[in-house]
């Protein structure tokens, strides 16, 4: 076990050292595995029955557990910290170059400051043939409020665009739907209100008449929230918006609808039987990844500019980075979760994907603001948002430094994920100066185990009525898979992975000490393929603990993180680079994100499915 832990004799636990005895230097990487079946078909549904039993349920999930080490981490180990039940720090030191937007303040307001920080805004060459004389992949936010002020179009307009694609999508044999929640009604409404602002000459901010997506987790009216079941508005009827949904009403946000999503977010593939699959705009014979799969899809394919997605276990990063789009991990506690499912858990948050670096900056200031109750626990450092425009800038830039535990960094499966997020860790530093530090992070197997305990113990309790109350034959195999393991958790589980939790914590504090960022690779392979088998379900953990290696420290530490492209691999596939912050440091990793944002943009490709629907 990394780390460090005590001797000890015949029929005596393990005994961990206290985290601040560990010798970090003499700590050697394990590499990460995970020993689980890949079911599908006949043969998921028949592990499912054995899983749900009585009498194999236990032993198999006891088998599970053994094998992957968590049995003797959990229950055989003394560990001398107490438990940490929330991410909670102590207060942080003031971000450099940056402007606060003090969160109690009107969304529109905060968007109209953060807008200032933006480098001026040239439209010249973006209304021109943009494809042969000014290549560029998406549309950004200031590209449509430009169009609607100058009456190159109108709102009216882009939204049947937009109503054409969605019903294109949905209508492919298999069906592979981005929204599960959809009418083309309302959302004509919304831009018929949003156009006439604009005829009158009042529009309410730069976000108004901008196209979002709203996961399925997150209330929005007039839809339901099923968090992608068949049943789950039957539990939770929606009354009123979600905070988050409210704050981007507010700035004149135009909502396409709910989007699919792995069954009530329990996976990262992006699977779901129930509705159809999202496909990934860049092959469609692969997972976009999830949970937040259609949120990722839509944002992918130039269906909308942003959506609101919800992150537990890397469930926008790891969609953003498969997809190849931007996805903003907000430390735990920084957006009001007030309106989303799963609100009382201690992982998740609500957070941003775009289409870049800038999008995801102005859609975070409208966003962000944490609730009353976390802002007395938490205590949460200002909300800021880089000043990209200061003088500062470069110099600030210069004296970056980034964390690299290069042992960790390249456990993939594939070196040509994390080569190309090198090349750009490398380019980064050539052109602004940074410094890449080596670092060593104890305790990752450890981490993983924690973190699956959390959220799988919250998961359940969540669920645990309706469970034993026979729903779980509603839901999806996948889904009951994932429950009866999270069922056999005890308490006492849960509790020693909140001590874990704690150390942790300690780890990455101390590696903050020398580093501004950690870098790493967002996922450790790109998009998997989509076995025609697992169109009725798949469990395959292998792979989701692949595209998770990296995320933990974001979830279990409530650390903020964001993906940003960097590349492809052979196969055209996106590659994404994840930076990890301080808590609170959103504005430093905006700021490195959009230097190496353009730094790998000609590197990036749109998705071979892709919709234009700002026609000029």
Not at 45 to 50: C, D, K, L, T
Not at 289 to 303: E, F, T
Not at 480 to 487: D, E, G, K
Not at 546 to 559: R, S, T, V, Y
Request: charged share 20%; glycine share 8%; hydrophobic share 35%.
């Amino acid at each position: 076990m990394g780390g460090g832990s005590g001797g000890r004799g015949k029929g005596m636990p393990r005994a961990m050292a206290p985290v601040e005895e560990v010798d970090v230097a003499a700590v050697r990487y394990k590499p990460l595995v995970l020993q689980a079946p890949h079911f599908t078909g006949f043969s998921l549904r028949a592990f499912v029955w054995f899983l749900e039993s009585p009498l194999f349920g236990p032993l198999l999930t006891s088998l599970l557990k053994k094998h992957n080490n968590m049995t003797q981490m959990l229950q055989h180990t003394v560990i001398p910290e107490r438990p940490m039940f929330y991410p909670e720090y102590p207060p942080q030191e003031p971000e450099q170059g940056v402007v606060t937007l003090e969160e109690d303040r009107d969304p529109v307001e905060r968007v109209e400051e953060a807008l200032q920080c933006l480098a001026p805004y040239d439209p010249s060459g973006r209304f021109t043939s943009p494809d042969q004389k000014n290549p560029f992949l998406y549309w950004k936010i200031r590209d449509f409020a430009y169009a609607y002020r100058s009456g190159i179009t109108t709102p009216s307009a882009v939204v049947e665009y937009v109503i054409a694609g969605v019903e294109e999508w949905n209508n492919k044999t298999p069906p592979m739907p981005m929204l599960i929640h959809f009418n083309a009604d309302d959302l004509r409404k919304q831009a018929d209100a949003s156009t006439k602002r604009f005829e009158k000459g009042s529009p309410i901010s730069v976000l108004d008449g901008i196209f979002f997506a709203v996961k399925d987790d997150i209330d929005c009216l007039p839809y339901p929230s099923k968090s992608a079941t068949t049943f789950f508005d039957e539990i939770r009827p929606v009354e009123k918006d979600a905070v988050a949904v409210s704050r981007l009403r507010k700035c004149g946000v135009i909502f396409i609808g709910k989007a699919n999503m792995h069954e009530l977010g329990l996976g990262v593939t992006g699977n779901n039987p129930n509705y159809g699959t999202v496909r990934n705009p860049h092959s469609i014979d692969r997972y976009t990844g999830g949970s937040s799969s259609g949120p990722a899809a839509l944002v992918s394919s130039g269906l909308c500019s942003g959506a609101i997605g919800t992150d537990g276990g890397g469930s926008v990063r790891i969609p953003s980075s498969l997809c190849g789009i931007v996805g903003l991990k907000t430390t735990y506690g920084r957006t009001d979760m007030t309106g989303v499912v799963c609100d009382a858990g201690t992982v998740e948050v609500a957070s941003p994907l775009t289409s870049s670096v800038e999008d995801s900056m102005l859609l975070y200031s409208a966003l962000a603001g944490s609730r009353p109750t976390d802002k007395l626990t938490l205590r949460p450092s200002p909300l800021c948002v880089p000043n990209l425009v200061s003088s500062e800038n470069s110099n600030i830039l210069q004296s970056v430094k980034v964390g690299k535990y290069t042992e960790w960094f390249h456990d993939v499966p594939d070196n040509e994920v994390s080569n190309t997020c090198e090349d750009a860790l490398n380019l980064l530093c050539s052109t602004f100066g940074c410094q890449i530090e080596e670092i060593i992070l104890p305790e990752l197997e450890e981490m993983r185990t924690a973190h699956l305990v959390s959220i799988g113990s919250e998961a359940f309790s969540d669920m645990n009525a309706h469970y034993q109350a026979g729903r779980r034959t509603e839901m999806t195999l996948d889904t009951r898979t994932s429950l009866a393991l999270f069922r056999s958790f005890t308490s006492a589980d849960y509790v020693a992975s909140q001590s874990l939790r704690r150390r942790i914590m300690y780890y990455h504090m101390e590696a903050f000490k020398k580093v501004d960022v950690i870098a790493t690779p967002t996922t450790g392979m790109t998009a998997p393929k989509i076995p025609p088998s697992a169109l009725k379900g798949e469990s395959d953990y292998v792979v989701s603990a692949k595209l998770m290696q990296f995320i933990f420290a974001g979830n279990l530490l409530g650390l903020p993180a964001i993906t940003v492209p960097v590349g492809h691999d052979k196969q055209g596939l996106p590659i994404g680079l994840q930076l990890i912050g301080r808590p609170w440091g959103e504005a430093s990793l905006l700021r490195v994100a959009s230097a190496v944002e353009e730094l790998c943009l000609k590197k990036r490709n749109r998705p071979s499915t892709f919709y234009d629907i700002l026609k000029t």
